[in-house]
């Protein structure tokens, strides 16, 4: 079944504490992003890969890091989590256009983040 | 920012009813997409229908494209309970070298039994 997966799906910790959320995609696709959803401010791009070892800061790319070592996965790294990171995760992936913007995104289940 | 205006923000319907919902954008295109939440989880990707499309269907969904007006409507007929969940419509910016979605605020759709 072609799915993006992420674990963890709920995660609570500390300020502080170093945290990686992972994704994974099983439909060879170039493209792969990280956004975060809040209340009020809707869904917003943290980082995304246009491919293996290409990276690039969305939006919001403070206090994240990202890595693309291989293409299907993109892990979401916070190195020292603070309470303004609480959020809702998604990780997306697509196929790329021929030399343009991205098809059909796939999102995973999403990871909820609570950093205390 | 968000570019997409989602409207109306919520809706109500019973059981059988249509639902239609609109969404409007600001600049130029390369595909719109819809998405469907149900609270607190993932996103379900819906349809994606290109700017040189004007109609697009899905078994019980129509989309429809105006690039004139910048405006898309969903359409869900013969609606269920388990249609309830809160419905986005996302946009790619023709010129966009990031692939990043540009979401709407969404509607919130309850369909009750």
């Known amino acids: 079944e072609a799915q993006v997966t992420q674990n963890p799906r709920y995660l609570i910790t500390v300020t502080g504490k170093k945290l990686t959320v992972t994704c994974s995609q099983n439909?060879?696709?170039?493209?792969m992003s990280w956004y975060r959803q809040d209340p009020g401010l809707g869904l917003r791009q943290i980082y995304y890969?246009?491919?293996?070892?290409?990276?690039d800061k969305g939006d919001v790319p403070e206090g994240y890091k990202v890595s693309r070592k291989e293409k299907r996965n993109f892990p979401l790294i916070l190195e020292s989590p603070s309470p303004n990171q609480t959020s809702l995760y998604f990780c997306?992936?697509?196929?790329?256009?021929?030399?343009?913007?991205?098809?059909?995104?796939?999102f995973g289940p999403g990871t909820r983040l609570t950093v205390l | 920012s968000q570019q997409g205006e989602e409207d109306p923000q919520a809706l109500s319907i019973q059981e059988g009813e249509n639902a239609t919902m609109n969404c409007s954008y600001k600049t130029s295109i390369n595909n719109l997409q819809w998405y469907r939440q149900n609270s607190g989880r993932g996103l379900v990707h819906l349809i994606l229908?290109?700017?040189?499309?004007r109609e697009k269907h899905s078994g019980r969904l129509r989309v429809t494209l105006d690039t004139s007006k910048k405006s898309s409507s969903l359409l869900i007929t013969a609606s269920r309970a388990a249609d309830t969940a809160s419905y986005f419509c996302?946009?790619?910016?023709?010129?966009?070298?990031?692939?990043?979605?540009?979401f709407g605020q969404g509607t919130t759709l309850q369909v009750k039994p």
């Open positions: 229908i290109r700017s040189n499309e």
């Open positions: 439909m060879n696709h170039e493209y």
């Open positions: 996302a946009t790619v910016n023709y010129q966009s070298n990031t692939g990043k979605l540009i």
């Open positions: 997306a992936s697509s196929s790329l256009l021929a030399g343009g913007p991205t098809d059909t995104q796939y």
């Open positions: 890969s246009m491919n293996v070892e290409v990276t």
